[in-house]
């Protein structure tokens, strides 16, 4: 098994920056692609962004694109996410995962097994 843990969660004010940050510990040799993903009340949960864990490639959703910026890597076992220019949209709780390949469906939530217990973030207006 892998365990993540998220931390950096809190309130921003728009315009703000937050680093949040997952901690991978257990069968990380398992591990090819990480990702953040997040869920605002009402909503479902969505893709934010993702990494290559061996192989550094990365992918964005749309609405972050720009603004946010994920890294990490097998070295240390630790994504970040750094988030700036906040807006009130991306009031969420924010998980990362992992998952053992990359491939075209590593923005679907069914391609990772395992999930951390989420961080809040609020963006105030």
């Known amino acids: 098994q892998v365990q993540l843990v998220e931390s950096g969660g809190g309130l921003v004010q728009a315009g703000g920056s937050l680093r949040l940050t997952c901690a991978a510990s257990?069968?990380?040799?398992?591990?090819?692609?990480m990702a953040w993903f997040r869920q605002a009340p009402g909503k479902e949960r969505e893709f934010v962004a993702g990494?290559?864990?061996?192989?550094?490639?990365?992918d964005y959703a749309d609405s972050v694109k720009g603004r946010f910026t994920i890294s990490g890597g097998s070295a240390q076992n630790t994504m970040y996410l750094q988030m700036n220019t906040l807006t009130p949209e991306d009031t969420a709780v924010y998980y990362c995962?992992?998952?053992?390949?990359?491939?075209?469906?590593?923005?679907?939530?069914?391609?990772?097994?395992?999930w951390g217990q989420g961080t809040q973030v609020t963006v105030s207006s």
């Open positions: 995962a992992s998952g053992t390949y990359w491939s075209s469906s590593h923005r679907s939530s069914a391609h990772y097994a395992y």
């Open positions: 990494v290559s864990w061996r192989g550094g490639s990365t």
């Open positions: 257990g069968r990380t040799f398992s591990i090819a692609v």
